[in-house]
């Protein structure tokens, strides 16, 4: 699966995946994971992935995503 490999870049994230400031990989992380929390977070439970659940949660925190809310 998917998240399994995102998971293993999440945990090396420092704090973003590529460095000190996110870049467009982090933004697409992040939104992946957010839609599919959205969709259906019992099929890609949050536990399974803590590393991009955190990475999600920091990057969502960023005024950016804060003023363009999912739903």
């Known amino acids: 699966e998917g998240f399994r490999v995102l998971e293993a870049s999440a945990a090396r994230a420092s704090p973003w995946l590529q460095g000190a400031r996110p870049n467009a990989a982090d ?9 599919a929390q959205f ?17 999600s949660a920091r990057a969502e925190a960023l005024p950016e995503f804060a003023s363009t809310p999912l739903d």
């Open 27 to 35: 933004v697409a992380l992040a939104c992946t994971w957010r839609f």
């Open 39 to 55: 969709v259906d977070a019992r099929e890609v439970p949050a536990c399974a992935y803590p590393a991009i659940a955190a990475h």
